[in-house]
């Protein structure tokens, strides 16, 4: 089972996918990345492997699928509908803080030539403001007053809108992963038994 985003799902030059524990889902045949919890963005310069050290994946070649894995952290896809460029970021607290969701934006206008008022962003499963209570000092990175609960999603949201991207043209998690143990892995539930789930996009050759 793979999640769609219905605003993706519209754009018929692309095919994308949120993958959840049960998708048959892996990266072969996938153009991937060391995550580092950056907001490093690459060009996918390779159809199969591993491009770099980053968290964000940039295309304009029809056929490579970009991909990120995420267990709690925000697997966020971004389409440019004028350009038929596509984005796959891996947004966790630390990716968030340091606006990956933006840097994906600002590298897609200077390799392709992106505006933000022609991206459709879909925000994939991650963990709910539910479910991530955080310490101080991540709090602190977003504004919070003390320790309490933090909207990853949310946070993302507000830098794309931020940025230009259009709220009508956002995509919400729809789940919690923490939540959801029959759908989704969590870092935060399972530790070392969590899995990771592979999230995709491509420009459909
Ligand atoms: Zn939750």
């Excluded at 505006?115 to 000092?137: L, Q, S, W």
């Excluded at 143990?181 to 996009?201: P, Q, V």
Aim: hydrophobic share 45%; net charge neutral; glycine share 10%.
């Amino acid at each position: 089972m793979v999640l769609i985003s219905p605003l993706l799902e519209e754009l018929l030059w692309l095919e994308h996918g949120f993958g959840t524990r049960h998708a048959p889902l892996d990266q072969s045949g996938m153009a991937i990345l060391k995550q580092v919890h950056s907001s490093l963005v690459l060009v996918a310069d390779r159809r199969e492997g591993c491009v770099g050290e980053a968290d964000a994946l940039i295309t304009v070649e029809p056929g490579v699928k970009i991909s990120v894995r995420t267990a709690d952290c925000f697997p966020i896809l971004l389409a440019d509908t004028r350009r038929r460029a596509v984005a796959a970021v891996h947004a966790g607290w630390r990716g968030t803080a340091d606006r990956v969701v933006v840097q994906s934006l600002l590298k897609m206008q200077a390799e392709f030539g992106t505006k933000p008022e022609d991206v459709i962003a879909a925000i994939g499963p991650g963990i709910g403001a539910c479910c991530y209570e955080v310490g101080e000092e991540v709090a602190s990175r977003f504004g919070m007053e003390g320790a309490g609960k933090l909207d990853l999603a949310a946070e993302n949201r507000r830098q794309l809108t931020g940025h230009g991207v259009l709220a009508t043209r956002i995509t919400p998690p729809g789940a919690c992963t923490f939540c959801d143990s029959a759908r989704f892995y969590s870092w935060r539930r399972d530790r070392e038994l969590a899995g990771r789930m592979i999230s995709y996009i491509r420009v459909i050759p």
